[in-house]
Structures are given as structure tokens and as C-alpha cells.
Antibody, heavy 120, light 112 residues
Framework: QLQLQESGPGLVKPSETLSLTCTVS??????????WGWIRQPPGKGLEWIGS???????YYNPSLKGRVTISTDTSKNQFSLRLSSVTAADTAVYYC????????????WGQGTLVTVSS | QSALTQPASVSGSPGQTVTISCTGT?????????VCWYQQHPGKAPKLIIY???NRPSGTSTRFSGSKSGNTASLTITGLQAEDEGDYYC????????????FGGGTKLTVL
């Protein structure tokens, strides 16, 4: 059974870089079938797609995040990571890691989500 | 403002049928048969219930169905049950200006 688990600091200061890791069990982040992605949800608001990575190399990002996002994989630990730079209070959200089947953003497995608050 | 437009709320009584719309443009919903629907209960992660417009993942009730006409996709829930209450989100692939995924703002379904 596939499981995804997010981890990382729950509090980040404005202007700093948010870093989260997703540990995958039951599948490989090196898979040439699936993509691995990040989606966030500000408190009380809707979902926002952040980006995804395929085969550890090819990345796709939300244009609205204007180059602040980097997604990468660590195949030795079967993990993938999110880095979001120059954060502001608007980046406060629950961050989910997901498995994407590769069919245009079909996210069939989700982690439980982790709340990251941006505050000084 | 979300890229895809959904009604903020819908409601229905047990046993009834409800439909949630998701309106995009000819660059996203209208261009690809890559619309998904997710169900989210409070405090939980979203769950995929429809993919590729009208396909159900294993485990999704047959009471849920999807369709698309032009730039608008729809999720229909028949035989409404109390457990269906929650938030529903649509998503679509787009390639403008680069490949990415758009979400709707979400619809709160209340079972009366």
C-alpha cells in the first residue's frame, strides 16, 4: 500500500525558504510511470497546485509562483522535496505531497498534509 | 480568484441528485479530457473520485459520475447520502503558458 508522509518545519520566517520532504513507501520516486507532486491549501481556502517531478529530472511548476519553487528527489532515501523561497504570510498553508499518475494532474495518492505557518 | 469557477455551495436532501459545475476556458477544461474531481472532508486530505472527466478510481461509488460539455465539466452525485457532505474540487490540465494544473475554488456540499 502506497504511503506518503510530509515532514519539515511548521514555522518559517518571512523572506526565508520553506523546505519540506515527502517520504514515499510502497513505490519508487524513480518510477518512470508516476510523477510526484506538491499541492497546498491555505487555511479555510481552496487547493493550489505547486508542481511535480518526473523520473527525478523533469519538473513542472505553477507559473504563478514565479520561479520561487524547486522540487527535487533523493532516490537513496526514496524522498522528494519542496523548496519555496522568499516566503510571505500568503504562503501559510497545509502542504500535501502527492503521487500524480501523469495524466494531466491526476493525484491518486496524498499525504496527510503538514501545516506551515509563515510568521516572525 | 481561482482559475476554474465552481459554485460556492450546493445542497440536497438524502436520496436526491446534485450537480456541481466547473467552468474553465478553451485552454484548459475545453482543450483536454483531463478533468479530475476530489472530495475533501474536514481535516482530511482530498480524495480523488473522478479522473479523465468521467472515470472512477477503484473504490469510488457508482453514485458519482462526471461529464463535460465545452468549457464546463460537471460532477453529479445521485442518491445523496449524509457521508457525501464535504468540499468538492475540480482540476484541469493546461499548457498555457506552460504545463500545469488548475484547481477550482471548491464547492461546499451540504446534505440537508
Amino acid at each position: 500500500q502506497l504511503q506518503l508522509q510530509e515532514s519539515g518545519p511548521g514555522l518559517v520566517k518571512p523572506s526565508e525558504t520553506l523546505s519540506l520532504t515527502c517520504t514515499v513507501s510502497g513505490d519508487s520516486v524513480s518510477s518512470r510511470i508516476y510523477y510526484w507532486g506538491w499541492i497546498r491549501q491555505p487555511p479555510g481556502k481552496g487547493l493550489e497546485w505547486i508542481g511535480s517531478i518526473y523520473s527525478g529530472v523533469t519538473t513542472y511548476y505553477n507559473p504563478s509562483l514565479k520561479g520561487r519553487v524547486t522540487i527535487s528527489t533523493d532516490t537513496s532515501k526514496n524522498q522528494f522535496s519542496l523548496r519555496l523561497s522568499s516566503v510571505t504570510a500568503a504562503d501559510t498553508a497545509v502542504y500535501y505531497c502527492t503521487r500524480d499518475t501523469g495524466s494531466g494532474g491526476t493525484n491518486d495518492y496524498w499525504g496527510q498534509g503538514t501545516l506551515v505557518t509563515v510568521s516572525s | 480568484q481561482s482559475a476554474l469557477t465552481q459554485p460556492a455551495s450546493v445542497s440536497g436532501s438524502p436520496g436526491q441528485t446534485v450537480t456541481i459545475s466547473c467552468t474553465g476556458t478553451s485552454s484548459d477544461v475545453g482543450a483536454y479530457n483531463l478533468v479530475c474531481w476530489y472530495q475533501q472532508h474536514p481535516g482530511k486530505a482530498p480524495k480523488l473520485i473522478i479522473y479523465a472527466v468521467n472515470n472512477r478510481p477503484s473504490g469510488t461509488s457508482t453514485r458519482f459520475s462526471g461529464s463535460k460539455s465545452g468549457n464546463t465539466a460537471s460532477l453529479t452525485i445521485t442518491g445523496l447520502q449524509a457521508e457525501d457532505e464535504g468540499d468538492y474540487y475540480c482540476s484541469s490540465h493546461t499548457r498555457i503558458p506552460s504545463p500545469h494544473v488548475l484547481f477550482g475554488g471548491g464547492t461546499k456540499l451540504t446534505v440537508l
